[in-house]
């Protein structure tokens, strides 16, 4: 890109602001805004271990660094008709709708709501919008064939039918507020980011969000994490967590839950999702509860020179617009659509995976507001009236490897399965219901992402309203107790204090690192077969035999990480086996050892269950027969995008382009 090394741009972008957009937006005000809590200053050093408190404020434990504890909140019990954890956009809906239909709620968060999981940083939003001229036989040929055949198509119903109502909700409440991209403001070129923060301040969703919930009268418990849901028989009677600054254990009493605690890596390299631990995953399994679509993963691209900078390669994403998307599949593109799609994903991401990608020094710079109106998710129905005008993000430095967050499965809809027919997330267990992307797992893009850009900030929203809905309703009757049992509170007392008690073990960041480089590889991550996925999992069984057990912490922050640690490794587990059981290659599932798709065996969702005897028990789903398409229809035809090595496979001719998005 030559122009890019002269000093000044046609394009307002200037080559000093992208060299040092690498280096200062990691320590700018959107690092600042988002972390979840301001670092506390170390005291001096001291030879013995000192012990307090927690909530007196005196010092916790050191072994070296006194580490001043935080004040304990003011409030340490909550009783509630609906309790949501989370505060993602599943949560703000569920909590609204619960509320609205007369529910007294309390929303918990492991952050703080509108700047915790992967709500900050969605930079897009999708409807479909009949008014607008679309669809819905086009987009649901687009959703099936690019989701090669899993998608659950009760659920996408049901965003075809509430997706309008429900970004018309969203933009009520001031989340869908439109200013001028960076790139287009005087700020741009002398990174000025207090200055274009400041100007659209009074416009910054995430700002906004808490005010919305307190305002409609919803009590929240920030940086607080829920370590266990509480059953009084067979329902649900709230939940305990502690208060991360301070250690102290907080204990929720509710008729109903909504889990809508969002999915997890096990370390992000370069996209900022550090707080998604797979929370509820692990309670759901240890519920007795079935998880599903474990095999696939959203395995995202960072850089190679910055790997662990999301905001070089994400540049500015947190303070932009989230930009409106739609209108961009037609009948005359929705099986073109819909093959482009999974050509991007499975050439250039799991040839480029396996092959290598360009060196790319931060020069390979991406303005998306050039690219086709298709390619960036806006609309293609000649309406001029159409405000989805697709993604529109200020420039940014292309990628050169993947792996940004291993484990991710945003927008796979993986998670807690709640059977076919449900369109509620109803868990089965009484009271309990799960909303949200990571964790209810409900397959509604199935084994891809072919819907378009922006569609999961949407489709979640959908269901945290339904789900609040639901939980409100059963509340007004239920005859639960809604009261925590004694034991429950003292088991998980337990377990947040076990790892300060642990005298010899190992420390949590150490864990993480280790585990990550065990998931990271792509012959693990993307390039999948039996030797490499089973050589993973033994190295996995050993981290969850031998280190989780000896998980050490000095302060309530490394409690926090010991538990998440625990998470990620159950995680981990249930990942490898899932994808050891689907012997065939699908959407973002790839075996080079089963380079093809195999509709007669893998038809199916793959659900992993705790058994009896605390084993992992697998088993296949099938699908509805209307879901499916035409399996009697010739293979080339039904899947006209190859994976490496199915040519061959399946005696087939080689795809002679990639293509792309509405082409």
Known sequence: MSNFMDESRSDGLSRRAFLRAGSLAA????????????????????????????????????????????????????????????????????????????ASVVMVDKGNPGYSGLSPWPSSHRWFDPDMGDDA??????????GEYLVNQNWY??????????????????????????????????????????????????????????EAGIEVAPFTMVVDVAR????????????????????????????????????????????????????????GLPIANKEFDDFHVTTSYASGNSFVDNQWDWLENIWLCGGDITADTAESYATGKEKAMVVARVTGTIDGMAVNDGTNIEDQAAADIGRRGGTLSGNEDDIRIGKMLSPKPKGDCYGAAVGMQSHFSGGVFCGLDDVEGATGIPGLWVAGDGINGCAVTGSAYPVGVGFTSN????????????????????????????????????????????????????????????????????????????????????????????????????????????????????????????????????????????????LCYITITKGDKGDMVIDRVPLKQDWVGDTKQDYATRYAVRFPGEAKAKGLPEEESTGGWGK
Not at 65 to 90: Q, R
Not at 160 to 180: C, F, N, P, V
Not at 547 to 563: D, E, G, S, W, Y
Request: glycine letters at 10%; hydrophobic letters at 40%.
């Open 137 to 146: 036989d086009a987009f649901k040929k687009a959703i099936t064939m690019g």
């Open 459 to 602: 489709f979640t929203s959908i269901q945290g309203h339904i789900a609040g809905e639901a939980a409100a309703k059963y509340a007004a009757s239920a005859s639960t107790s809604g009261k925590v049992p004694q034991d429950t509170i003292d088991a998980v007392k337990a377990e947040i204090e076990a790892p300060l008690n642990q005298e010899k073990g190992f420390s949590p960041d150490w864990a993480r690192d280790e585990l990550h480089g065990i998931m990271s590889p792509f012959w693990v991550l993307v390039d999948k077969s039996e030797p490499a996925l089973k050589a993973a999992l033994t190295q996995v069984q050993q981290m969850r035999d031998k280190v989780v057990p000896k998980l050490q912490a000095t302060n309530p922050h490394q409690q926090r990480l010991c538990i998440e640690m625990k998470h990620k490794v159950l995680s981990a587990e249930m990942k490898l086996r899932a994808s050891l059981e689907r012997q065939e290659s699908r959407g973002a599932h790839y075996r080079s050892d089963f380079p093809y798709r195999d509709d007669d065996n893998f």
């Open 157 to 214: 119903q049901m965003w075809i039918d509430h997706s309008k109502e429900t970004y018309q909700r969203l933009a009520d409440w001031g989340l869908m507020d439109r200013y001028d991209r960076c790139a287009d403001t005087e700020y741009w070129n002398d990174l000025d980011f207090q200055g274009y923060y400041d100007a659209n301040a009074s416009v910054d969703r995430h700002a906004r969000w808490l005010p919305l919930i307190e």
């Open 232 to 287: 009084d028989g067979d329902a649900v009677c709230g939940a305990v967590g502690f208060h991360v600054p301070s250690g102290t254990l907080v204990t929720f009493n509710a008729k109903s839950v909504i889990m809508a605690m969002g999915g997890g890596c096990y370390k992000p390299t370069g996209y900022p999702v550090g707080g998604n631990t797979f929370d509820g995953e692990y309670i759901a399994y240890n519920l």
């Open 27 to 102: 320590g700018g005000l959107g690092l600042m805004a988002l972390s979840g809590c301001a670092p506390q200053e170390a005291s001096e050093k001291t030879d013995t271990a000192a012990t307090g408190d927690a909530a007196s404020g005196e010092t916790r434990v050191t072994t070296e660094l006194a580490i001043p504890a935080a004040a304990a909140p003011e409030k340490t019990t909550y009783d509630c008709d609906v309790l949501v954890i989370g505060g993602g956009f599943a949560g703000l809906n569920a909590a609204m709708a619960a509320k609205d239909a007369g």
